[in-house]
């Protein structure tokens, strides 16, 4: 069974702290995606990767960063935690044989206070 | 600029019924359309793909056609049940990323 993990569900941090988040998954995907979703506006790219040690912004990369050291492994970084980056972070990886399906992660809830 | 827009964000029916979810996009030439499923607290669930020389797909009790001319999905869940309450995402592939819309939320009575 293919999986996408997260490395936590819910993470309470403070205003100017630096927040990583690590997605992991098992499929040896090449491309990997991180989303932040907010009611009403849906899922919105922050970054994607389409191999190890590349990054491309998406639509909302400011106060974020990426890092892909390893092809299973997708970090994001909050360098600088804010209050308007509460939400909800999903991690996904790309199935390009399967035309562009997507796998995702459960999904971690920040709160940043 | 670039939209996608899912058609409402609720819809209630009966149990039995059929329900119908549109997507429309502006701006796009998407390779081909995506629906996903997603529950509360937890990642988007894939369920049909559409390519844009297709016209219809179905998969089970779903059926998604594709309108490459109106710009415009459908999404259509026959004889529901309370099971399918969920938000269903459409999505756009295009230069190896998805573009999602915001989501309509079904629910469905018994």
């Known amino acids: 069974d293919v999986k996408v993990t997260q490395s936590s569900r819910y993470l309470v941090k403070r205003t100017g702290e630096k927040v990583f988040l690590e997605c992991v998954q098992d499929m040896d995907h090449e491309n990997m995606f991180w989303y932040r979703q907010d009611p009403g506006l849906g899922l919105r790219l922050i970054y994607f990767?389409?191999?190890?040690?590349?990054?491309e912004k998406g639509d909302i990369p400011e106060g974020y960063s990426v890092s892909r050291e390893k092809k299973e492994r997708f970090s994001l970084i909050l360098e600088s935690a804010s209050t308007n980056q509460t939400s909800m972070y999903l991690c996904?990886?790309?199935?390009?044989?399967?035309?562009?399906?997507?796998?995702f992660g459960p999904g971690t809830r920040l709160t940043v206070l | 600029s670039q939209k996608i827009e899912q058609n409402s964000e609720a819809l209630n029916i009966q149990e039995g019924k059929t329900a119908t979810l549109t997507c429309n996009y502006t701006?796009?030439?998407?390779?081909?359309l995506q629906w996903y499923r997603q529950d509360p607290g937890r990642g988007p669930v894939f369920l049909l793909l559409i390519r844009e020389n297709e016209k219809e797909k179905r998969k089970e009790r779903l059926k998604v056609t594709f309108d490459t001319t109106l710009k415009q999905s459908l999404f259509h869940i026959t004889a529901s049940q309370p099971a399918d309450s969920a938000t269903y995402l459409c999505?756009?592939?295009?230069?190896?990323?998805?573009?999602f819309g915001a989501g309509t939320t079904v629910t469905v009575r018994a």
């Open positions: 701006n796009y030439s998407p390779a081909y």
């Open positions: 990767s389409y191999d190890v040690k590349m990054k």
């Open positions: 996904a990886s790309l199935n390009l044989e399967m035309r562009g399906e997507q796998f």
């Open positions: 999505a756009l592939y295009n230069d190896y990323k998805l573009s």
